[in-house]
């Protein structure tokens, strides 16, 4: 274990010893707040990129402009997506690594416990799980004003002789722009899966190159989806980052951001792909350096 290793398992375990909120059943989803099962799926349509520009900012201080998505690394696999009519997701969520403000939306996968809870806050109001409680194949797909999220199932097992999954890949569309968190993935995609992922503008990525997927799986899982713009996250410190980084052979630009926060539109997006390092608020810098 590395010493960087050594300290998030020190941070992780004091945050869950102050103790979490009593456990609480999973709300329930309403028709009358979210759409299930939409007609289309704009992030399989191929929209049309444009120019790049990017616009920093903090999160929480300012509400999101129109055809705009503010991404916060609040730690870990949690990040914090937010849309112009003010609907938030969180990701990958566990209850004590979690944003400032209340996410109307949070997803989860049961790797492990620092990527789900089952002490859900009442204010949270729709939980979408990874996996099945039932032990079958999570289905997911809702759309609350103009954010819309669904999941591609991954990690698949046999159990007691059924099929199940362990994991989901959650696709997120707002303003135009598709995001996909693939949350505690183990293996490269299939072609089948690749398709059912669709074109992304933004992919979420582990890269601590063994709890999850080795560094070349991460980089093969790149190259198959072909994002504008690769977010790392699950990785411990600046040994690993450097070591993911080096895998990936000067094949994209790399950005050190100094930022914890993002917000950006279409116009945004690189022509390719790109990896933009944020920062952790969980751990801070990790390490890592950073431009304005």
């Avoid at 992780?12 to 309403?30: K, Q």
């Avoid at 093969?220 to 990936?248: Q, S, W, Y």
């Amino acid at each position: 274990m590395t010493i960087n290793r050594l300290l998030i398992t020190v941070l992780l375990a004091s945050i869950v010893s102050l103790g979490l909120p009593p456990l609480l059943p999973a709300p329930v989803l309403s028709d009358g707040l979210a759409q299930k099962r939409p007609q289309s799926r704009v992030c399989a349509l191929g929209l049309v990129n444009k120019a790049p520009h990017i616009q920093l900012a903090a999160a929480g201080i300012l509400p999101v402009p129109k055809r705009h998505v503010r991404i916060t690394f609040v730690g870990h696999s949690t990040m914090l997506i937010e849309s112009p009519q003010g609907v938030s997701v969180a990701t990958d969520y566990n209850g004590f690594v979690k944003p400032a403000k209340w996410p109307d939306i949070v997803t989860m996968n049961n790797s492990h416990e620092t990527h789900f809870t089952e002490s859900i806050d009442p204010r949270i109001k729709f939980v979408l799980r990874g996996w099945d409680p039932n032990f079958g194949i999570a289905r997911h797909d809702i759309k609350v004003k103009d954010m819309r999220v669904y999941n591609v199932p991954t990690n698949f097992t046999i159990w007691d002789g059924k099929k199940i999954n362990q994991n989901s890949i959650f696709i997120i569309e707002t303003a135009q722009l598709c995001l996909a968190h693939v949350g505690h993935l183990h293996h490269v995609l299939t072609d089948n899966q690749t398709i059912k992922v669709g074109r992304i503008d933004i992919l979420f990525l582990p890269i601590d190159g063994a709890y999850t997927m080795s560094y070349e799986e991460a980089g093969t899982v790149i190259a198959k989806v072909r994002p504008k713009i690769v977010i790392p996250m699950h990785f411990f410190g600046l040994d690993e980052g450097n070591m993911f980084t080096r895998t990936l052979k000067g094949a994209y630009p790399i950005k050190y951001l100094k930022r914890t926060s993002i917000m950006l539109n279409r116009k945004d997006l690189p022509k390719s792909t790109e990896i933009w390092f944020l920062r952790e608020i969980l751990t801070g810098s990790l390490g890592f350096g950073g431009e304005d």
